[in-house]
């Protein structure tokens, strides 16, 4: 399978503790994308790497996530001292920097905050 | 402003039939580019089709095509001899900038149901 693969797919948390994702994207691609997406909305964007660099961040994302791809490949998603608010599907995306243009999902990851 | 506007939370059709979903987008980059993308329950974002601002003939893939109409700001997708695995949530998306990064901003989508 070479397609986005995201771990876990799901995660069940207390809230105030730290929770980590793993988003691994298709390998050629050099652009990965975090988005959160809650019940019956769009996906909204977080953050966005070309190679190891976060390039743009959303204001979205609070100091309490933080976004790492420390060697431009696989790349991960923390949130410190999670709130039931964070509870969300968590979506991961790539693509590539040869003019083409769409960003292939991973399967996500549901966050689920108690 | 929204950014993606779609107006139709719930659409149906019935199988076989044509359905058109509807989206407008509000940018002042001349240069940006639309995408739908399809939902279905089990979470998936399935990419579909994509429509730059320059190109100059509507895209089309498959029994998917995109009526773009860029003085009106529209980008509505026609699903065409629709499916019983068409029924699904749909995304329209609108990417911003040219070069390096290039933002992707959702609607809040459509939810299609075929009805057999």
């Known amino acids: 399978d070479t397609g986005v693969s995201q771990n876990p797919r799901h995660k069940i948390t207390k809230r105030g503790q730290n929770v980590t994702f793993r988003c691994d994207p298709i390998?050629?691609?050099?652009?990965l994308y975090w988005y959160r997406q809650t019940l019956g909305q769009g996906p909204e964007f977080l953050t966005y790497?070309?190679?190891?660099?976060?390039?743009?961040k959303s204001r979205l994302l609070s100091d309490r996530f933080s976004a790492e791809r420390p060697k431009g490949s696989f790349s991960t998603l923390e949130i410190q001292r999670t709130e039931q608010g964070d509870s969300a599907m968590y979506l991961c995306a790539s693509s590539s920097t040869t003019g083409e243009y769409e960003q292939y999902f991973g399967p996500g990851t549901r966050l689920t905050v108690t | 402003a929204q950014k993606i506007t779609q107006t139709q939370p719930g659409m149906f059709v019935q199988e076989k039939e044509a359905v058109t979903l509807d989206c407008t987008y509000d940018?002042?980059?001349?240069?940006?580019?639309l995408f739908w993308y399809k939902q279905p329950s089990s979470g998936e974002m399935i990419f579909l089709i994509y429509?730059?601002?320059?190109?100059?003939q509507n895209a089309t893939e498959g029994r998917y095509s995109l009526n773009f109409q860029k003085a009106r700001k529209s980008a509505n997708l026609v699903i065409s001899a629709s499916q019983l695995g068409d029924s699904a949530m749909y995304f329209c998306?609108?990417?911003?900038?040219?070069?390096?990064?290039?933002?992707?901003?959702f609607g809040t989508g459509t939810k299609l149901q075929v009805i057999p």
């Open positions: 940018t002042s980059d001349p240069s940006y580019g």
């Open positions: 429509q730059g601002s320059y190109d100059q």
């Open positions: 390998s050629e691609h050099n652009r």
């Open positions: 998306a609108m990417r911003e900038g040219s070069g390096g990064y290039q933002k992707v901003t």
């Open positions: 790497f070309q190679n190891e660099a976060q390039l743009e």
